[in-house]
T-cell receptor, first 112, second 112 residues
Framework: DVKVTQSSRYLVKRTGEKVFLECVQD?????MFWYRQDPGLGLRLIYF???????EKGDIPEGYSVSREKKERFSLILESASTNQTSMYLC???????????FGQGTRLTVV | GENVEQHPSTLSVQEGDSAVIKCTYS??????FPWYKQELGKGPQLIID?????GEKKDQRIAVTLNKTAKHFSLHITETQPEDSAVYFC???????????FGAGTILRVKS
């Protein structure tokens, strides 16, 4: 069974902390994505990567960075967490030009 | 860049009735249009998709139609069941899924 696994279901962090969200996929997919999900706003793309060490900004990259050192792993980094980054974060992956994206179960991050 | 609008934001139907969710997109170069279903506590999961060279696609009780001229596409669910209750997202991509832009989502409630 194909899988995208996010390291945490729930996280509570303090304002100003550096936060790491980890995502691993076992499908040998080239593309990996980080989305943020907020009520009424749908899924908004933060960053995506189409190859190891490659990354591109999505629609809302401010306050975030990413790392992809290995093909199966894509990390989202909040350099200095702020309360407006409280949200659900979803990781996804798909093969190059292959359409269907597979999502992880999500990480609900609360910044206090 | 691409912009996807989705309507309605909430939809309540009686069990056995049909449900229709509509989306419009802005980029005429978009060529891939998936629909995702998100159940409570889970990541979105693909339920059906359509490519721009096809006008309609059906899979059991679910169908998607695409009007490229008007730049809109719709999800049709017939004979709705309580287990169809979920949040549904449409999306569009200019690169067969390499970068998906999502609509804001529709909360579907099927009343039994």
């Amino acid at each position: 069974d194909v899988k995208v696994t996010q390291s945490s279901r729930y996280l509570v962090k303090r304002t100003g902390e550096k936060v790491f969200l980890e995502c691993v996929q076992d499908m040998d997919h080239e593309n990996m994505f980080w989305y943020r999900q907020d009520p009424g706003l749908g899924l908004r793309l933060i960053y995506f990567s189409y190859d190891v060490k490659m990354k591109e900004k999505g629609d809302i990259p401010e306050g975030y960075s990413v790392s992809r050192e290995k093909k199966e792993r894509f990390s989202l980094i909040l350099e200095s967490a702020s309360t407006n980054q409280t949200s659900m974060y979803l990781c996804a992956s798909n093969g190059q030009g292959r359409g269907e994206a597979f999502f992880g179960q999500g990480t609900r991050l609360t910044v206090v | 860049g691409e912009n996807v609008e989705q309507h309605p934001s909430t939809l309540s139907v009686q069990e056995g009735d049909s449900a229709v969710i509509k989306c419009t997109y802005s980029d005429s170069a978009s060529n891939y249009f998936p629909w995702y279903k998100q159940e409570l506590g889970k990541g979105p999961q693909l339920i059906i998709d359509i490519r721009s060279n096809v006008g309609e696609k059906k899979d059991q009780r679910i169908a998607v139609t695409l009007n490229k001229t008007a730049k809109h596409f719709s999800l049709h669910i017939t004979e709705t069941q309580p287990e169809d209750s979920a949040v549904y997202f449409c999306a569009a991509s200019t690169e067969y899924g390499n970068k998906l832009v999502f609509g804001a989502g529709t909360i579907l409630r099927v009343k039994s």
